[in-house]
């Protein structure tokens, strides 16, 4: 069994990891149909499908619950599209001490923002998503697609990113005036806040204010979560892989995502490298001129063989580079294929590529 | 088209795109091709990576202060330099009395939670200052190599998003201000670099619909890169060209010839597929980069690049002079 394949048999949860268009979302996708062909029930959760890859997952919206996939296998494919605004949502609504304090939060302008401004919410959204859907128990396989950030810290940091955010202690003090010890740093507080409302408009600071004032008494059950969130990612349950191309811009990415997981104590299971250009075999010596001259004919067909096999050679060195820094993780080659995956046998495809 | 002229569209160019389209190749290919015709560029670069530095030779990254990468014959140059939110933001906050707190400001996390407040002021604070140097800075063409991903667009649309938040203040002038110099074609335009690859495609098409939509830039053109240079002669039978020069091929030789020869003339085939849906899908000017098989990408690879943007560009037609739609616009109003 190709290592890969163990992956998809024994963990819980994989987190496919690399830099924007190298086909994280179709890799994802690929791994939890195997994982339902081999009977698992497997639910794959994905940020930005391109469209018909969506459709054929019958994925037209975003939801925050997963969809059954029809098709003949013994186990299960669900999809999930994530919904990072409604996934922010349910955890308030969760950890809330009374629908009020959800309801005075929900609204809240600061809060409203949270999603699209905050910088690693979308990947705080994925790994509380991850983790919710594998508490469930209902999945034996979470495979999840990670957004396409630079650094691969993003998807590990954004839960302390967060927790950082609803910490601050500027904002803090200022709701908190009964804690007398602490009223000398307040007046400065209040100096700097009245500061920078001149500069941005009291309404937004006092939004601010209001924001963490309903978050008030929240922040434990938060810490909490996030913290069991970081333990299941750092857990033997699951599995990183790491997506990339071989082109050389992409693999210094990859090498830079492979470097930033260590750092955080991580290792990379599992190497995927999309769009290889074919291999053509270098061949006995031919009978016939040592150097095809002239245009057309001959060196025409020559000096095509010859660019793809400078190609193959670029991405070769290229890939061993990256093959060695994640040893001894299984390296899975997927060929350039004729088109872009949209269906279902097109995943199944890009399966057989991964694990055979 | 002159490639001066087309280069002096506008002062600034945004140049945007997904990741892995190669945004920061054309970046630096289109950097070179302006110096080459003797203007004075200055490449601002988002994300505090060396990109088109690196690609033009420059070791180690970039930052605030500005590098000279290139110069081409008496006039042409290109200097590159880094803008970083962070940055800009400490120099609005000095600009506005809030010198003395704002290093607080930011390591307290105030900032973030100002920034959430407001969404887009980091944005908004990078495109205030790429409007205070095309006041203040001498370039002819100022070449914005901006966010990858799918950032551009919010990016962009967030001078449109700041003035409904912010009434009153200095942010909402400065947003209104960004807002009038992105809507303006003699001022800011637009290029959408993408592969000939239907995702790619599809993103592009998207992107420049909402840029030229909700944003109301006006596109420059679309650049394809990474297309194969086409090869006559691919579809000929290895072992009948052969015999024509008076040579004979191991079968296994033939076979791979042919296999190779195949596989190129079915990408090209998908590419040109791909490059006419995408013309049909938008009326703008587009101009191709080539694949480059052989080498990485480095100076010279950029040079090279850099010479077929400019036949690209030399190809495209005149744009009709004004002083022609006049008289007619006369003609009819009479």
Same mark, same amino acid.
Request: net charge negative; with cysteine; charged share 25%.
């Given at each position: 069994?190709?290592?890969?394949?163990?992956?998809?048999?024994?963990?819980?949860?994989?987190?496919?990891?690399?830099?924007?268009?190298?086909?994280?979302?179709?890799?994802?996708?690929?791994?939890?149909?195997?994982?339902?062909?081999?009977?698992?029930?497997?639910?794959?959760?994905?940020?930005?499908?391109?469209?018909?890859?969506?459709?054929?997952?019958?994925?037209?919206?975003?939801?925050?619950?997963?969809?059954?996939?029809?098709?003949?296998?013994?186990?299960?494919?669900?999809?999930?599209?994530?919904?990072?605004?409604?996934?922010?949502?349910?955890?308030?609504?969760?950890?809330?001490?009374?629908?009020?304090?959800?309801?005075?939060?929900?609204?809240?302008?600061?809060?409203?923002?949270?999603?699209?401004?905050?910088?690693?919410?979308?990947?705080?959204?994925?790994?509380?998503?991850?983790?919710?859907?594998?508490?469930?128990?209902?999945?034996?396989?979470?495979?999840?697609?990670?957004?396409?950030?630079?650094?691969?810290?993003?998807?590990?940091?954004?839960?302390?990113?967060?927790?950082?955010?609803?910490?601050?202690?500027?904002?803090?003090?200022?709701?908190?005036?009964?804690?007398?010890?602490?009223?000398?740093?307040?007046?400065?507080?209040?100096?700097?806040?009245?500061?920078?409302?001149?500069?941005?408009?009291?309404?937004?600071?006092?939004?601010?204010?209001?924001?963490?004032?309903?978050?008030?008494?929240?922040?434990?059950?938060?810490?909490?979560?996030?913290?069991?969130?970081?333990?299941?990612?750092?857990?033997?349950?699951?599995?990183?892989?790491?997506?990339?191309?071989?082109?050389?811009?992409?693999?210094?990415?990859?090498?830079?995502?492979?470097?930033?997981?260590?750092?955080?104590?991580?290792?990379?299971?599992?190497?995927?490298?999309?769009?290889?250009?074919?291999?053509?075999?270098?061949?006995?010596?031919?009978?016939?001129?040592?150097?095809?001259?002239?245009?057309?004919?001959?060196?025409?067909?020559?000096?095509?063989?010859?660019?793809?096999?400078?190609?193959?050679?670029?991405?070769?060195?290229?890939?061993?580079?990256?093959?060695?820094?994640?040893?001894?993780?299984?390296?899975?080659?997927?060929?350039?294929?004729?088109?872009?995956?949209?269906?279902?046998?097109?995943?199944?495809?890009?399966?057989?590529?991964?694990?055979? | 088209?002159?490639?001066?002229?087309?280069?002096?569209?506008?002062?600034?160019?945004?140049?945007?795109?997904?990741?892995?389209?190669?945004?920061?190749?054309?970046?630096?290919?289109?950097?070179?091709?302006?110096?080459?015709?003797?203007?004075?560029?200055?490449?601002?670069?988002?994300?505090?990576?060396?990109?088109?530095?690196?690609?033009?030779?420059?070791?180690?990254?970039?930052?605030?202060?500005?590098?000279?990468?290139?110069?081409?014959?008496?006039?042409?140059?290109?200097?590159?330099?880094?803008?970083?939110?962070?940055?800009?933001?400490?120099?609005?906050?000095?600009?506005?009395?809030?010198?003395?707190?704002?290093?607080?400001?930011?390591?307290?996390?105030?900032?973030?939670?100002?920034?959430?407040?407001?969404?887009?002021?980091?944005?908004?604070?990078?495109?205030?200052?790429?409007?205070?140097?095309?006041?203040?800075?001498?370039?002819?063409?100022?070449?914005?190599?901006?966010?990858?991903?799918?950032?551009?667009?919010?990016?962009?649309?967030?001078?449109?998003?700041?003035?409904?938040?912010?009434?009153?203040?200095?942010? %909402?002038? @400065? &947003?209104?201000?960004?807002?009038? *110099?992105? $809507?303006?074609? /003699?001022?800011?335009?637009?290029? =959408?670099?993408? #592969?000939?690859?239907?995702?790619?495609?599809?993103?592009?098409?998207?992107?420049?619909?909402?840029?030229?939509?909700?944003?109301?830039?006006?596109?420059?053109?679309?650049?394809?890169?990474?297309?194969?240079?086409?090869?006559?002669?691919?579809?000929?039978?290895?072992?009948?060209?052969?015999?024509?020069?008076?040579?004979?091929?191991?079968?296994?030789?033939?076979?791979?010839?042919?296999?190779?020869?195949?596989?190129?003339?079915?990408?090209? %085939?998908? @590419? &040109?597929?791909?490059?006419?849906? *995408?013309? $049909?899908?938008? /009326?703008?000017?587009?101009?191709? =980069?080539?694949? #480059?098989?052989?080498?990485?990408?480095?100076?010279?690879?950029?040079?090279?690049?850099?010479?077929?943007?400019?036949?690209?560009?030399?190809?495209?037609?005149?744009?009709?002079?004004?002083?022609?739609?006049?008289?007619?616009?006369?003609?009819?109003?009479?």
């Amino acid at each position: 069994m190709s290592g890969l394949a163990e992956l998809v048999g024994q963990r819980s949860v994989i987190v496919c990891c690399g830099s924007g268009g190298v086909g994280k979302t179709t890799t994802a996708a690929a791994i939890a149909l195997r994982a339902a062909e081999e009977g698992r029930r497997a639910c794959v959760v994905t940020i930005d499908p391109a469209k018909r890859l969506a459709d054929a997952l019958g994925l037209e919206a975003l939801t925050n619950a997963p969809k059954l996939v029809e098709g003949q296998w013994p186990g299960e494919l669900w999809a999930l599209m994530l919904d990072t605004k409604g996934t922010f949502d349910d955890l308030v609504s969760r950890y809330a001490a009374d629908p009020g304090q959800a309801e005075n939060i929900l609204t809240n302008r600061v809060y409203r923002n949270l999603s699209s401004a905050l910088s690693g919410t979308q990947e705080y959204m994925a790994s509380e998503k991850l983790y919710e859907l594998h508490e469930e128990e209902r999945f034996d396989l979470v495979v999840v697609d990670t957004p396409p950030t630079r650094n691969a810290l993003d998807f590990i940091d954004a839960p302390r990113r967060l927790l950082r955010f609803l910490d601050n202690r500027v904002f803090r003090f200022v709701m908190t005036p009964t804690r007398t010890y602490l009223r000398a740093v307040s007046v400065a507080t209040r100096t700097i806040l009245r500061t920078i409302s001149k500069v941005v408009g009291a309404e937004v600071v006092e939004d601010a204010v209001t924001f963490f004032q309903a978050f008030e008494g929240m922040e434990e059950g938060f810490r909490a979560r996030a913290q069991r969130v970081m333990e299941l990612l750092r857990s033997k349950d699951c599995a990183f892989v790491l997506v990339a191309s071989p082109r050389t811009d992409t693999v210094a990415e990859a090498l830079f995502f492979a470097d930033k997981l260590a750092d955080a104590g991580i290792e990379v299971q599992g190497l995927v490298v999309n769009r290889l250009h074919p291999r053509f075999p270098e061949q006995g010596p031919s009978t016939g001129p040592a150097e095809p001259r002239g245009e057309g004919g001959l060196a025409v067909l020559e000096r095509n063989l010859a660019d793809f096999r400078a190609v193959a050679e670029r991405e070769e060195s290229n890939l061993a580079v990256l093959a060695e820094r994640v040893s001894p993780a299984p390296v899975a080659r997927i060929p350039f294929l004729a088109g872009d995956v949209h269906d279902l046998d097109g995943l199944a495809q890009i399966a057989d590529h991964l694990f055979g | 088209m002159d490639i001066a002229a087309w280069c002096r569209q506008a002062r600034i160019l945004i140049v945007a795109g997904k990741g892995g389209v190669g945004k920061t190749t054309v970046s630096a290919s289109l950097a070179v091709m302006a110096a080459r015709v003797g203007l004075n560029v200055l490449v601002v670069q988002l994300e505090g990576e060396g990109s088109v530095a690196s690609a033009l030779g420059h070791p180690g990254p970039i930052g605030y202060e500005e590098v000279v990468l290139r110069s081409e014959g008496d006039e042409g140059l290109v200097r590159a330099r880094a803008i970083t939110p962070d940055e800009a933001l400490l120099e609005y906050l000095a600009d506005h009395g809030l010198r003395a707190v704002s290093k607080r400001l930011l390591s307290s996390g105030t900032i973030d939670v100002i920034s959430t407040a407001i969404p887009g002021i980091r944005d908004i604070l990078v495109l205030g200052k790429v409007k205070q140097l095309e006041r203040t800075d001498g370039a002819d063409l100022i070449l914005i190599d901006a966010p990858a991903t799918g950032h551009a667009l919010t990016f962009l649309g967030s001078a449109a998003g700041l003035v409904d938040v912010a009434k009153v203040g200095p942010i %909402r002038v @400065q &947003a209104s201000e960004v807002g009038d *110099l992105l $809507r303006d074609p /003699a001022r800011c335009q637009v290029l =959408v670099v993408t #592969l000939p690859e239907e995702t790619p495609v599809n993103e592009a098409v998207e992107t420049a619909g909402r840029l030229e939509g909700s944003v109301g830039m006006t596109l420059a053109g679309v650049v394809v890169n990474g297309r194969y240079q086409e090869l006559e002669g691919l579809g000929a039978n290895p072992e009948e060209a052969a015999a024509a020069v008076g040579g004979r091929l191991d079968p296994a030789h033939a076979r791979v010839l042919r296999e190779a020869a195949q596989f190129r003339l079915q990408r090209q %085939r998908l @590419q &040109a597929e791909q490059a006419d849906r *995408l013309a $049909r899908s938008l /009326a703008v000017p587009m101009l191709e =980069v080539p694949y #480059l098989f052989t080498t990485e990408i480095g100076p010279g690879e950029i040079d090279h690049l850099a010479t077929a943007l400019s036949e690209a560009v030399a190809g495209l037609p005149e744009p009709e002079p004004e002083a022609q739609l006049e008289p007619e616009a006369a003609a009819a109003e009479r």
